[in-house]
């Protein structure tokens, strides 16, 4: 039996004095419907934020395209002046449009401008983590992304961001990053079903560097399988708090930031890093993704 502990225990990322419980918090669902506009129940937003930290979260997944700019405003009404030790890290590389629409924004000057958006919004002198999100939109296309980077390298070294991340790259464009500044995170789509990042996860734990699944529940379309139904009756859990926890398992580098509106739901997703799969458990849930791996 392979126990957890609270908040999925601690990683330090590779070459920093940067270390996060393993369980944090994704911010999108703080936005409006589709991640834009306004919330319907701010109090509930901030009363999750708050909770959040109370329950030992001690970072924060965000975009100021969330909204836009929504998220990044009730994080800073919830939470400012941010606890010590609280890690907020955020992402650029897209803008919204006025009817909701999602666009790259990967010039210079859109790079430039939104890191000083998320400074204002946040209400900080410098950002923990920037991660650049490439794509599109769900899969990297495996375009050089040596311009976008650097100009966030330069960023860092004027000391407006302290560590850097990628979002929905593969290998390869790690790689040509790396040759230009570390790259503490990558954040990638990931869950018990679709594995295609079996590999690089694997590689990066090697080097030391957090993988950040994002829609570790499936995404807009929730996970749903027979497989994780009896596993939760099993544990007298839920079908979600089981996927988690698998993805706890699948790796130490492993990071979860599940997003909710909802204090009790937050407590469950919480709750997940407390389960014990067992190794008959594991290979089941394995199962799931055997056709998805590339």
């Known amino acids: 039996m392979l126990a957890q502990n609270k908040l999925g225990g601690r990683f330090t990322f590779q070459g920093t004095n940067l270390s996060v419980n393993r369980v944090g918090y994704g911010a999108m669902q703080l936005a409006g419907p589709h991640v834009f506009g306004p919330p319907k129940d701010v109090d509930a937003c901030l009363a999750v934020l708050r909770g959040a930290v109370e329950f030992g979260v001690d970072h924060i997944d965000t975009s100021d395209f969330y909204g836009p700019h929504t998220t990044n405003q009730i994080i800073k009404r919830a939470l400012h002046p941010y606890p010590k030790g609280l890690a907020i890290v955020t ?38 983590v920037v991660n650049l999100r490439v794509g599109p939109p769900l899969a990297p296309a495996g375009q050089s992304i040596v311009e976008p ?112 509106s909802s204090v009790a739901h937050l407590r469950e997703n919480i709750k997940a890093s407390e389960l014990t799969l067992s190794p008959e458990m594991i290979a089941q849930l394995d199962s799931l993704g055997k056709d998805s791996s590339r």
Request: charged letters at 20%.
């Open 91 to 128: 992402k650029v590389g897209a803008l919204r449009g006025q009817d909701g629409s999602w666009n790259l924004a990967m010039g210079k000057q859109a790079l430039i401008d939104a890191v000083h958006d998320n400074l204002r919004t946040l209400g900080v002198e410098a950002l923990d």
């Open 149 to 260: 980077f650097s100009v966030l390298a330069d960023l860092k070294r004027e000391g407006l961001i302290r560590h850097l991340g990628l979002s929905t790259v593969d290998p390869r464009q790690l790689a040509e990053c790396q040759k230009i500044s570390d790259v503490v995170c990558v954040q990638n789509q990931y869950n018990v079903v679709y594995r295609a990042d079996d590999a690089f996860i694997d590689e990066l734990a090697k080097q030391g560097i957090a993988y950040v699944p994002y829609f570790p529940l499936g995404g807009f379309t929730p996970l749903q399988s027979s497989v994780l139904d009896s596993i939760a009756t099993k544990l007298e859990s839920t079908p979600m708090q089981v996927a988690l926890a698998w993805l706890l398992q699948r790796s130490p580098n492993i990071l979860l930031i599940p997003g909710t």
